[in-house]
T-cell receptor, first 113, second 117 residues
Framework: RKEVEQDPGPFNVPEGATVAFNCTYS??????FFWYRQDCRKEPKLLMS???SGNEDGRFTAQLNRASQYISLLIRDSKLSDSATYLC??????????????FGQGTTLQVKP | DAGVIQSPRHEVTEMGQEVTLRCKPI?????LFWYRQTMMRGLELLIY????????DSGMPEDRFSAKMPNASFSTLKIQPSEPRDSAVYFC???????????????FGPGTRLLVL
């Protein structure tokens, strides 16, 4: 089983739609979680950190469910510019934080006019 | 502020040749990471350094790959000899360090697109 698993998609949605991605992780000791965004032929960039039970940043909401070991990303009122690949990222270590992050394969979102 | 700098941005070489990729992390960052990204395998961590010391190189594919960090502002990833299956995008990333949660954020360079013929 992969340490971080995502549905690769693609998710094709119309502008204005609400879309949600899920991600599961295997290490129950994981403490830190992130969503990164990667545009085509570009480098990954941090979108949101996910702490405690979740957090919101404008149209983006990230949720963490420790009991079920999954993280979700909700995008409301999607824009054409949201089209990208969204990477679920986990720090797999528990008490010893080594800074190593594990990246999921990514979920591709295509927002259409 | 300058982000992570990588060179070259593109590299085309023939099988058997030596390839050297270079990275300059963000000034003040203590951790440096080398990743490889392909369509099939996604983003894979190859090796990472803390304070110029290699911490985990378990992701390095084989002995043909080596990485060094002679000082806080420079790192290299070398492939010798290169093979077609090494074709990928190689990213370097840096972060502030590991002492607290908010120092984990990794900042990526633009990547080096390597094609081995």
């Amino acid at each position: 089983r992969k340490e971080v698993e995502q549905d690769p998609g693609p998710f094709n949605v119309p502008e204005g739609a609400t879309v949600a991605f899920n991600c599961t992780y295997s290490n129950s000791a994981s403490q830190s979680f992130f969503w990164y965004r990667q545009d085509c032929r570009k480098e990954p960039k941090l979108l949101m950190s996910v702490y405690s039970s979740g957090n919101e940043d404008g149209r983006f909401t990230a949720q963490l469910n420790r009991a079920s070991q999954y993280i979700s990303l909700l995008i409301r009122d999607s824009k054409l510019s949201d089209s990208a690949t969204y990477l679920c990222v986990v720090n797999p270590t528990g008490s010893s934080n080594t800074g190593k992050l594990i990246f999921g394969q990514g979920t591709t979102l295509q927002v259409k006019p | 502020d300058a982000g992570v700098i990588q060179s070259p941005r593109h590299e085309v070489t023939e099988m058997g040749q030596e390839v050297t990729l270079r990275c300059k992390p963000i000034s003040g960052h203590n951790s440096l990471f080398w990743y490889r990204q392909t369509m099939m395998r996604g983003l894979e961590l190859l090796i990472y350094f803390n304070n110029n010391v290699p911490i985990d190189d378990s992701g390095m594919p084989e002995d043909r790959f080596s990485a060094k960090m002679p000082n806080a502002s420079f790192s290299t990833l070398k492939i010798q000899p290169s093979e077609p299956r090494d074709s990928a995008v190689y990213f370097c990333a840096s972060s502030l360090g590991t002492t607290s949660r908010n120092q984990e954020t990794q900042y990526f360079g633009p990547g080096t697109r390597l094609l081995v013929l």
